[in-house]
């Protein structure tokens, strides 16, 4: 298998953008490059680095092979060594470039990475007025820090103790040290606060951008749900923190209807979904349903189930792959006899997640659950909004929206039921287990969430683990990163632990 077959160019209109810049430009000075102009607007940095990000986070080799592979939502039908944990070198050599660097001025490769971000801010903070084009400049950098904040949690959250307060400064740091994932999370609360404080909704959005068109009451739901995320996920390594933060940013307003959700718009053509292109572009069919949340979603007669998953062609029936099979196994396990993955995941206007009123609700709860002042409400009645925005989001993606009757008697179920879960189940199962089933498709976010609450549901591959001893609760570093910055590296492992997919992030203590 090819890596990186399915890439397209980056976005087009962030491609012709670079081009057509470059011969209005200095075109009569014989030195320039006019395939890399000097000089940018910050809008389609923007754009570039919206469409990057969630490609990369949400494609085959990082958001299949990976994410939903650790989060057990696909099993694969074939090259099945990552559902069995055994995770390729040069994808993670890759992916760690690009959520760092992207491809910038390269139109052969993704963009997408914390250096478009990096330079939106640089460009609004020396040169406010000619940045000015691009839209207000305080409201550029606060979307540019929630991105960024979105980005570095997701990688932190993957790798634990990475490169962060030295990254992308090669002028002054060639082989940048690693952060602390403690430090790193100061990091990221600083940002997203500052982000959210510096938004001013009576100017100009930026330009550029693809997410909310410019909406800054969006964008400042966005910061605010994305703090109550990060300052969660602390909770039980440093809960004055994780409390201050959640309450303040619950408080200042998170998302409250689907309609808040912020999500990528992919399209038709070049700009579908890469999910979409590794399927039907590149002609690949590796993956079928997980029997593990196949199994769970047909128990309950989940309305999310079509949404996710075909009916076995063979049998009309919900048929899951087993999750971790070996190559011989996967093979030899026709196509036809089991669920795929549905026309709505597949196709090319397939949104990409950043995150969602879903998640947010779910948040809620578990605040509740610990005590927190979330605003009103119980544990139960959040719990109840957010299954709720999730089967309203997904069945209504999938053109025929869940009757709010039929939700009633899902939530009613003895297995749903938030009073009755579980039979004794505590907070962390129930909220967990139906928080999962709702990151459907963000295994990043399944995973992680997995590994924080503790909630079970997750299995060790049928045909067993190829590397390591079970479950990965990290994942191990870019082998480049031996040589190129091995000092950083080992003092990184020496102050983490070894670079083993067993050794636990510092937010994880369970």
């Not at 990976?66 to 992916?95: D, H, K, M, P």
């Not at 470039?97 to 971000?117: H, I, K, T």
């Not at 640089?122 to 400049?137: I, K, Q, V």
């Amino acid at each position: 298998m090819k890596i990186f077959t399915y890439k397209k160019s980056a976005v087009l209109l962030t491609g012709l953008a670079l081009i057509f810049s470059s011969c209005d430009k200095n075109f009569e000075t014989i030195n320039d490059d006019p395939n890399n102009p000097r000089n940018v607007p910050n809008s389609y940095f923007l754009a570039g680095a919206e469409r990057g990000i969630m490609d990369n986070s949400a494609d085959v080799w990082w958001g299949a092979n990976v994410g939903n592979q650790l989060a057990q939502y696909w099993s694969s039908n074939q090259y099945s060594s990552e559902s069995r944990y055994q995770f390729r070198t040069a994808i993670t050599n890759a992916y760690w470039g690009l959520f760092y660097s992207g491809g910038l001025n390269d139109p052969g490769d993704n963009v997408g990475g914390l250096l478009e971000l990096n330079r939106i801010i640089e460009n609004c903070t020396t040169d406010p007025g000619g940045s000015s084009a691009s839209g207000y400049p305080a409201n550029q950098i606060a979307a540019a820090k929630i991105l960024r904040v979105w980005l570095i949690q997701n990688m932190t959250d993957a790798w634990g103790n990475i490169p962060y307060s030295q990254a992308l400064n090669p002028d002054k740091y060639r082989a940048p040290e690693y952060d602390s994932q403690q430090s790193i999370y100061a990091g990221l609360l600083s940002e997203v606060s500052d982000a959210v404080s510096m938004i001013d909704e009576a100017q100009a959005g930026p330009g550029g951008d693809l997410i909310y068109s410019g909406d800054m009451s969006l964008w400042k739901k966005f910061g605010n749900s994305l703090k109550m995320r990060v300052g969660l996920r602390i909770a039980d390594v440093s809960p004055t923190t994780a409390q201050s933060a959640f309450e303040a940013a619950a408080a200042a307003g998170g998302f409250t209807a689907n309609s808040d959700n912020a999500l990528f718009p992919y399209g038709e053509g070049v700009d579908a979904n890469p999910i979409y292109f590794n399927r039907y572009i590149d002609n690949r069919n590796d993956y079928a349903a997980s029997n593990i949340l196949l199994d769970i979603l047909n128990t309950s007669n989940d309305a999310r189930l079509p949404c996710f998953f075909t009916q076995a062609t063979a049998t009309s029936t919900w048929v899951g792959e087993v999750y971790g099979l070996s190559e011989a196994n996967a093979a030899s396990t026709p196509n036809s006899s089991v669920s795929q993955r549905s026309a709505l995941v597949l196709s090319p206007t397939m949104p990409g997640i950043y995150l969602d009123y879903a998640q947010v609700e779910f948040m809620l709860a578990e605040g509740a659950e610990r005590g927190w002042n979330v605003g009103g409400g119980s544990a139960q009645s959040h719990y109840d909004a957010g299954v709720t925005a999730s089967i309203d989001f997904w069945t209504t993606l999938n053109g025929t929206p869940a009757d709010p009757a039929d939700i009633a008697t899902y939530l009613a179920q003895p297995s749903v039921d938030y009073t009755n879960a579980g039979s004794g189940a505590t907070w962390q199962e129930k909220i967990g287990k139906q928080k999962w089933i709702a990151l459907f498709n963000q295994g990043i976010q399944g995973w992680t969430e997995w590994r924080r609450l503790d909630f079970g549901i997750l299995q060790l591959p049928a045909d067993g683990v190829l590397s390591g001893s079970g479950i990965p609760t990290r994942m191990k570093y870019a082998v480049d990163e031996q040589t190129l910055n091995a000092a950083h590296y080992s003092a990184a492992i020496a102050a983490q632990g070894p670079d083993l997919q067993s050794t636990k992030v510092w937010w994880d203590v369970q």
